[in-house]
């Protein structure tokens, strides 16, 4: 999968990230001189070259789209692929053979995926949904509009100007991997995971022609394989980490198969074996080497938390879950820098309200502690989220990820 090319190197300064947070503080985007030391024999190929994910995109789905939007036939693409649904079902025909040999190819399963790991992932799935829901949903959304390259990226590209239609589509990838049938013969996760492996090569080939993207951007080529790492972080690591942090308990087999459907999950997203972490320790290492060179505050990154907070409030109001309500679950959520860079505004009430209520909810779900102890408004948020979620379920129904044909419209 090394697409390698000095041509594009832009290194500049800046310090390792500090272990423990997520987000560890130093300067957005410093890349530290040495690049790159996560070793490959943390991963699940268990070795590889040790390039820098930096450098690498998608050789396989990248020279494809290209050629694909040579030919013009994009469109007829996205026609073929609105019924190719379920992991089992053959492709549609009428795909140009090139593509139809690398979608057979892009949907095999790794040879490493453990089944039984898988099921167990499932069922873990089900009964944390809701931190998971939480973490992946909101957490996830507000965290990567704090990551410069996605914030832009997102921003310019098509769907940048329907953030509906684009959580909706994202929401339908996320509660893909969530389910109980994610990867059996009739679930959909390898679908959404080839379709969105298309989609990303699209963007590779679209986003360098948008002079928006153009003028602020540290490379020609966006969605590197290090991009797609932190975004991956941003979802299962960062669901870890905030389980870990409201003591959920969790035995080691769940913590395990939780990661393995993440792990089949990034596979099947292009990313290359050797950057796979193989266990959490490995997870929690590359993290920190990468999340903190990668995030920091843009303008996008402002107006995209800004809209993603609106249709929260917006999708939940009937519960009351006010804009200041939302806002102070999404601080509390991301942590003050985050929620700094991107702009959302200090609530002196609800912040400290929620940082109370938010644990009681978690350690009564648990058994922990009983009923009386459970703030009132802890129920608003665990109302307001299944409303939330069911908003975008019922969306996601609507609608189906296709492939950009062009950039956010001017
Ligand atoms: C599209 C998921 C990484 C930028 C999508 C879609 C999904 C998705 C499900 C299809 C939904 C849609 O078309 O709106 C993921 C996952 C990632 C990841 C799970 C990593 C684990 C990234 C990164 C970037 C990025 C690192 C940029 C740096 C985009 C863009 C689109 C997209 C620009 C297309 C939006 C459009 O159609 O205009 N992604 N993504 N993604 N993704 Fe990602």
């Known amino acids: 999968m090394a697409d390698f090319n000095r041509r594009r190197a832009l290194i500049s300064g800046g310090g390792l990230a500090a272990l423990g947070a997520i987000v560890a503080a130093s300067p957005a985007q410093a890349r530290s001189l040495v690049g790159w030391n996560w070793s490959p024999a943390r991963s699940v190929a268990g070795n590889g070259n040790g390039t820098d994910p930096h450098w690498v995109w998608d050789s396989e789905a990248d020279p494809l789209l290209e050629s694909l939007f040579k030919r ?3 469109p007829k693409v996205n026609e073929a692929l609105w019924n190719w649904e379920r992991n089992e079902q053959p492709l549609p025909s009428g795909l140009p ?9 892009a949907r095999q399963l790794p040879q490493w995926a453990d089944r039984d790991k898988l099921e167990r992932a499932a069922e873990f799935n089900k009964s944390r949904g809701i931190y998971l829901n939480l973490c992946n949903g909101p957490g996830g959304g507000i965290l990567a509009t704090a990551i410069p390259k996605e914030a832009r990226s997102v921003y310019y590209s098509a769907g940048g100007a ?4 684009r959580v909706a589509k994202t929401s339908l990838f996320g509660f893909a991997v969530g389910s109980l049938d994610a990867y059996r013969p009739e679930g959909t996760c390898v679908v959404e995971c080839v379709k969105t492996r298309l989609v990303h090569a699209a963007v590779r080939h679209l986003l360098p022609q948008s002079p928006h993207w153009r003028n602020g951007a540290e490379e020609e080529i966006p969605i590197s394989q290090e991009d797609m790492l932190v975004t991956w972080h941003t979802l299962p ?5 905030k389980m870990r942090e409201w003591e959920v308990p969790m035995s080691d ?3 395990e198969a939780y990661l393995h459907v993440w792990q089949v999950t990034a596979h099947m997203l292009g990313i290359s074996d050797e950057y796979i972490p193989a266990t959490w320790d490995a997870a929690y290492a590359q993290s920190d080497q990468i999340m903190a060179r990668n995030m920091g505050p843009t303008p996008e990154g402002v107006k995209l938390t800004d809209v993603l907070l609106s249709q929260l409030a917006e999708q939940t109001s009937p519960l009351s879950l006010s804009r200041p309500l939302c806002n102070a ?3 509390y959520l991301v942590g003050d820098e985050v929620a700094d860079w991107d702009g959302i505004q200090r609530e002196p009430v609800w912040d400290n309200v929620i940082s109370e209520a938010w644990p009681m909810l978690v350690k009564f779900r648990e058994g922990l502690v009983p009923l009386p102890m459970v703030p009132e408004v802890a129920w608003t ?3 307001a989220l299944r409303k939330y979620i069911l908003f975008y379920l019922t969306k996601g129904e609507e609608t189906k990820i296709e492939i950009p044909t062009h950039n956010r419209p001017e």
């Open 72 to 74: 013009g036939v994009i």
């Open 97 to 105: 053979s090139d593509l139809r040999d690398f979608m057979e190819h």
């Open 162 to 165: 329907d953030m509906e239609d």
């Open 237 to 241: 690591t960062f669901a870890m980490r």
């Open 253 to 255: 087999d769940d913590a």
């Open 329 to 331: 679950l999404a601080r």
């Open 381 to 383: 948020i665990d109302e």
